[in-house]
């Protein structure tokens, strides 16, 4: 069984980070170029609290303790990095 999470502090959040945000393909276009989107995952990790009905599904941790992770994890380059469902209201390109 697994439960949401949610870094305890700003050093657990730098590791959770390095393990897993720095080398997804969902985050890689804003770390290139801070112009892009970031990640909405972490976006929405940093501006929901963890019991928020909206907080991302995606941030799971086992009941028994087992290391955090992130179910969208990807490093698949061709992987959409913005949602499809949101219009653009600056006039790039969806």
Not at 1 to 27: I, K, L, V
Not at 59 to 66: A, Q
Not at 71 to 89: G, N
């Amino acid at each position: 069984m697994t439960r949401p999470y949610r870094p305890s502090n700003g050093t657990e959040g730098m590791w959770f980070d390095s393990q897993w945000c720095e080398h997804c393909a969902r985050d890689a276009a804003w770390r290139e170029n801070v112009n892009n989107d970031p990640c909405e995952i972490l976006n929405l990790t940093f501006a929901l609290d963890i019991n928020h009905p909206e907080y991302p599904k995606e941030w799971i941790k086992d009941d028994d303790g087992g290391n955090p992770r992130c179910t969208a994890h990807t490093e698949d380059p061709s992987c959409p990095t913005r949602c499809d469902k949101t219009i653009d209201m600056f006039g790039g390109q969806s």
